[in-house]
């Protein structure tokens, strides 16, 4: 799910079980906590994601150009 969906849903939830709106309700407070903890957990891994997709992004870049340095190294070696 994209970030929408996931903050759209998380809203929807909190509001449901906040505990000022259901005081004295156990049950409402404990789903509150666990919306709240499902969605810190599935919006961390969304942003992890993308910090891990740039790093790897730029990795892969600079391992391509220094591929592409040690070809022309070899082929300009070859043809000396």
Partial sequence: ADDRVIRKAYRSLSLKWHP??????QYAEQMFMMVRKAYEALTDEVRRWRKRGAAAAAGLLE???ADWASIRHAVAAAAA
């Fill in 63 to 65: 391992r391509a150009q």
């Fill in 20 to 25: 000022d709106k259901n005081p004295g309700n």
